[in-house]
């Protein structure tokens, strides 16, 4: 039997896919910059910040929960969202061991 898409990548690999999937709009990227500005945040608070319809905040903040970049909890009928801090931290951490293993094709020398 062959091999499943998910058995030809590393751990690593897949896990910034992801995020860089979720990072993947401008809009995404404003909203986290938001997020990091404030303990909290509720849903429409963002969306007079951002600029954007409700329902379309609402899209880019459910992409950026699925990938775990931001945790939420219920407040009567608002969500308050912030960063998930552990999620950041693995994120910087993946994105410089890319990095790492890139930089050996960053000098002169290659190709």
Same mark, same amino acid.
């Given at each position: 039997?062959?091999?499943?898409?998910?058995?030809?990548?590393?751990?690593?690999?897949?896990?910034?896919?992801?995020?860089?999937?979720a990072l993947?709009?401008?809009?995404?990227? %404003?909203?986290?910059? =938001?997020?990091? +500005?404030?303990?909290?945040?509720?849903?429409?608070?963002?969306? $007079?910040?951002? #600029?954007?319809?409700? %329902?379309?905040?609402? =899209?880019?903040? +459910?992409?950026?929960?699925?990938?775990?970049?931001i945790q939420? $909890?219920?407040? #009567?009928?608002?969500?308050?969202?912030?960063?998930?801090?552990?999620?950041?931290?693995?994120?910087?951490?993946?994105?410089?061991?890319?990095?790492?293993?890139?930089?050996?094709?960053?000098?002169?020398?290659?190709?």
């Amino acid at each position: 039997m062959g091999a499943t898409k998910e058995q030809l990548f590393t751990d690593h690999q897949t896990r910034l896919a992801a995020y860089a999937k979720a990072l993947a709009h401008p809009a995404r990227i %404003a909203i986290l910059q =938001q997020l990091s +500005k404030l303990d909290s945040c509720v849903c429409g608070d963002l969306v $007079t910040d951002i #600029g954007l319809a409700q %329902a379309t905040v609402s =899209q880019h903040l +459910k992409e950026l929960k699925k990938a775990g970049l931001i945790q939420g $909890t219920i407040e #009567g009928v608002r969500v308050c969202y912030c960063i998930n801090p552990e999620a950041l931290t693995l994120l910087k951490k993946e994105l410089n061991l890319l990095f790492d293993s890139l930089q050996s094709c960053a000098s002169d020398e290659c190709c």
